[in-house]
């Protein structure tokens, strides 16, 4: 792989996991609000907002990362993200890792280390 689609395979990953963490933060802050307005305070948290800017700029670079490798090996790569968000998860929310999750991790990063080799 070149320099230039490993920058742009690690900008998308990172890009995808904060926009995936930032919606999750929105969501845990506006679960103390049940009532019908509170989609529209969650609409005008920052987290949102940094969540939206993230895909859209992820978006671009995900279009830029599939102009330079065939789209079969671009999807398995992306499936990185899978495992930054939940391992990010569960330091930044707590969120619980089953020993069957982890080992859904280790298939899916093997997958990508097979696929990233290969290219």
Known sequence: MSMTVLILWGLNAIL???GQLAFKAAAV???KDKSRSSWIRMSLRPY???GIIC???EFLLWIAFLSLVPLS???LL???NIVAVMVLGRIIFRETM???RVLG???VSLGVAVVGLQG
């Open 48 to 50: 949102v907002w940094c």
């Open 105 to 107: 991790i280790a298939c």
């Open 55 to 57: 895909y859209v700029a």
């Open 16 to 18: 995808d996991s904060v």
């Open 98 to 100: 089953s020993p069957m």
């Open 29 to 31: 802050d506006s679960l």
């Open 78 to 80: 992306g499936s990185i």
């Open 73 to 75: 090996e671009g999807v």
